[in-house]
């Protein structure tokens, strides 16, 4: 018997694929389980519809992950970490920070889990990074990892304001007669 499998099945092979099992193991595991349909003429073209619906599918996220990658590669971000004196950081930047600092760039279509550290980003400078954004589509982005300033690294004004604070009183409260 033909069938026409309506998912990915790891003994037969994958969705939309027309293969000949005996009667039995479609009718009784298949079929009912709907991992297959019966290979007439109107489930033929039933599938070969969606199949071109799914093709149409696949070439639109990929051109959008070809979109997405070309403007990654063009992005450069800053994460501004806390170092010693020797401008040693304090831990390591993780692929959160990054997921982070990119969400607020708007790129919020962008998996977390995809951002490919290849190996701990514990120095403070450039660092490139790839990111998987669909099969074979990559992007490369730059992460500048800067020093956080605290108070002692600051330069103090060389002059203080000598402008006066101008006193601003609060308006008077004026009573108003109760009615009784």
């Known amino acids: 018997?033909?069938?026409?499998?309506?998912?990915?099945?790891?003994?037969?092979?994958?969705?939309?694929?027309?293969v000949e099992v005996k009667n039995g193991y479609a009718?009784?595991?298949?079929?009912?389980n709907g991992i297959g349909a019966l290979a007439n003429q109107s489930n033929l073209k039933t599938f070969d519809e969606v199949k071109k619906q799914r093709a149409r599918k696949v070439?639109?996220?990929?051109?959008e992950a070809k979109k997405t990658a070309s403007e990654l590669s063009n992005q450069t971000i800053t994460i501004t970490v806390k170092a010693g004196e020797d401008n040693k950081?304090?831990?390591s930047v993780t692929s959160q920070m990054i997921y982070d600092n990119l969400k607020s760039k708007g790129f919020e279509?962008?998996?977390?889990?995809?951002?490919i550290l290849k190996e701990p980003?514990?120095?403070?400078?450039?660092?490139?990074?790839e990111i998987k954004l669909q099969n074979a589509i990559t992007a490369t982005l730059k992460?500048?990892?800067v020093k956080e300033e605290s108070e002692s690294d600051k330069v103090p004004d060389a002059e203080p304001s000598e402008k006066p604070a101008e006193n601003i009183a609060a308006p008077?409260?004026?009573?108003?007669p109760q009615a009784s």
Do not use: A, S, W
Request: hydrophobic share 35%.
């Open 109 to 115: 279509d962008i998996d977390r889990k995809k951002i």
């Open 143 to 145: 992460v500048n990892v």
């Open 121 to 129: 980003i514990k120095t403070l400078g450039v660092h490139e990074l």
């Open 172 to 176: 008077e409260k004026t009573e108003e």
């Open 27 to 32: 009718r009784n595991y298949l079929i009912p």
């Open 1 to 18: 018997m033909k069938i026409i499998l309506k998912k990915d099945f790891e003994l037969l092979g994958e969705q939309g694929k027309v």
């Open 59 to 63: 070439q639109k996220q990929t051109d």
């Open 89 to 91: 950081i304090f831990g």
